[in-house]
């Protein structure tokens, strides 16, 4: 007896042609309707056809049976009855008497092939399979284009195409356990769930072996399946599996087959079936070429976008290569100090006078007091002499005294313990424990009250620090770098700064000259502050204009550096494009005494040789001709004042060589 079925099972319909004399229904793979929901119970009920009619009995499955909308424990079937199994309708068509053997036109496994009537048509509709798989460019709807074409062609059940993950350099290596199932599908186009579990590695393996295609009209009955035990796992009856080869070698397999019916692959279609695989297997490496093609384009595309970062950090570089180049070229042919002072711009000579004072310092341990107005850039010498001396390898620290209340300044250069003070809630170490075997660099020493004088002075000649609410000495080895705006000589006479303290710093000297009195350093110094600039706020740098220039060496700089570092980042942002005279702040555009900034004719050499001509005669002026004061107003070495004289031809008798002084180093 027979009993033809509508399936429908989650969105999917399906007819279907069964013998009996059971047919089993559950989740089970080994059931005659497989059917993966949690609602079904692994052997849920059966169809008995063994006897006059149709029985159903629910094998004692944990959701129950539902025929005609009511439940029931068995019942007798006829056509047009419902059943329901968990989310799965099915719905008798047809009983019928007679052998298992069914006829073509009742089976759901009808062959594109088989209804064709000449091999002309065949090969049309093989070509338009084959063209299909070139079309198609997308890899997982390939791979089940490729299943599906496969099992329309032959008339089977379900359908399998098998590969490695990755690709393998030795074929002749790959074993079935390296084969994944990449696609598994039901001829009604319904993907298969656990697709590894429904195919037999041992069916994979002779084909990988023998690299030819395996044909079986019956597999229960095939000798060369004796022993397999995957075979009756999996109730396999006719089975076709086909080699999927390019580049010499097997790189997969493609399986179709069916458990319901022997003999459903014919002999005489195995032919165009191979010819499939072997479209198929076009279809595949080229499949694998576009991905390779798509990660190498990724990979140019990270490898684009990692040297366009490059470049915008190569061009941040570069835009202050200009001013850097100035000041190599403003350095040519003049000796260089000996330290490596690249932080530091400045050509003039007054620069010059401060790099060889460095060079004096630099190997040395003894404390260095470092004087300037405000802005010249004393934490830049500190940190030079750091850097070129024999401690650059540890510690540099640097605190400004004048920035941190007098309460806690203690704390912070000598450490605290915890519970010393009210917010002590852990032990810290101070600046001094912090910079031991390096540098301490203390900015605005002149800011340090009498009582922090004293304590500092204590530690200085002891080399020891007591942390506040301790009892125990530390020992520390720190040179002392100190700095301060303020005339520390005069604070000394005046009571507001301790002479032994004073003189114990004050044992190394180096004085920074003002940016009004270092002229020649102006354009190279705004260039490249204003690249610096630019570079930090990632815009391009516009051109300082030769009448910019002049304006900027006219202005006096009581700020100094800083000041002009300001006025630089200013023009960046007010004048990204081009910076004009009218761009400066009103304070640059005009003098002290109220006289525009103009362009001046000429060469701006020969307009800041002028400048610098007029402040050496008015700076001699002031000191009534005494080369040594006058070169101390000026920032300069008396030697350099005595160059600067023979360059601008002052006669020696116009000045008076009273009054000579050692300059300190």
Known sequence: MTIRLSIEHEGNRREQVFAGPLVSIGRASDNDICLLNALISRHHCQFDLSGEGVWLEDLASANGVTVNGLKTRGASLCVGDMIEVGSTALKILEIGEGDVALEEED??????????????????VFARLTRELSKEQDSISLFKLIVDDAIALLGGERGFLMFPDSEVEDASAITPEEMKVHVARSFDGADIALPSTRVSLNIVKSVLESGESLLSLDAAQDERFEGFGSIDGLRLKSVVCLPVSYAGAVRGVLIVDNRLRQGVFKEEDLEIAELFADQAAVALQNARRRQEMSQHSLRLEQSRREIAALNTELGKKVKDQGAELSVVRAELGRERARGDYGAIVGASDSMKAVFESLDRIMESSLPVLITGE??????????????????????????NCSAIPESLLESELFGHVKGAFTGAHRTKKGLF?????????????????????AKLLRVLQEGKVRPVGSDKLIDVDVRLLAASHRDLAKQVSEGSFREDLFYRIHVLTVELPPLRERVDDIPILAEHLLARAGREADRPVPVLPQEVIVALCKHNWPGNVRELENEMRRLLVLAPEQIVLSSLSTAVRETPGGVKARALEGDLRETIAEFERSAIEAALERAGGNKSQAARALGISRFALQRKLDKYGFETGDVSEAGEAKLEP
């Open 433 to 453: 424990e912090t910079a031991d075997s390096g540098t301490l660099f203390l900015d605005e020493i002149g800011d340090m009250s009498p009582a922090m004088q």
């Open 374 to 399: 405000s802005g010249t850039g004393k934490e830049l010498i500190a940190r030079a002499i750091h850097k070129n001396g024999a401690r650059s390898k540890r510690p540099f620290i640097s605190e």
């Open 107 to 124: 089976s759901p496994f009808r062959t594109i092939l088989s209804e064709l009537p000449d091999e002309r048509e065949k090969l049309r």
